[in-house]
Nanobody, 126 residues
Framework: QVHLVESGGALVQAGDSLRLSCAAS????????VGWFRQAPGKEREFVAG????????EYAHSVKGRFTISRDNAKNTVFLQMTTLKPEDTALYSC???????????????????WGQGTQVTVSS
């Protein structure tokens, strides 16, 4: 079992940058694929970025590609989401999720993840 806690959300202006963190405790984190998802009020949860257990494979939603970067530090049991050139449409509750997939690949469907954090709010003003 792994417990996830997100941090780093804030109220920022359009064009600013933020770095979100997803800290894991419990079982060794380096066997888990990790993803970031977001959900805005009245909208469905959507995939933002994902990273494989080694960190060697990453995937991004089209809407954030080139602006967001996902990375991980398995020694610190933490996954990061560096967000740049933020836009008002990036406003959402951002959650990280983890799943022990047994191999080095990325999951993009939220239903494939077993463990979720509570989320951290990102609000981008125009």
């Amino acid at each position: 079992q792994v417990h996830l806690v997100e941090s780093g959300g804030a109220l920022v202006q359009a064009g600013d940058s933020l770095r979100l963190s997803c800290a894991a405790s419990g079982r060794s984190f380096d066997v888990y694929a990790v993803g970031w998802f977001r959900q805005a009020p009245g909208k469905e949860r959507e995939f933002v970025a994902g990273i494989s257990w080694t960190g060697g494979i990453t995937e991004y939603a089209h809407s954030v590609k080139g602006r967001f970067t996902i990375s991980r530090d398995n020694a610190k049991n933490t996954v990061f989401l560096q967000m740049t050139t933020l836009k008002p449409e990036d406003t959402a509750l951002y959650s990280c999720a983890a799943s022990d997939v047994g191999d080095d690949y990325v999951l993009t469907e939220w239903s494939h993840y077993d463990h979720w954090g509570q989320g951290t709010q990102v609000t981008v003003s125009s």
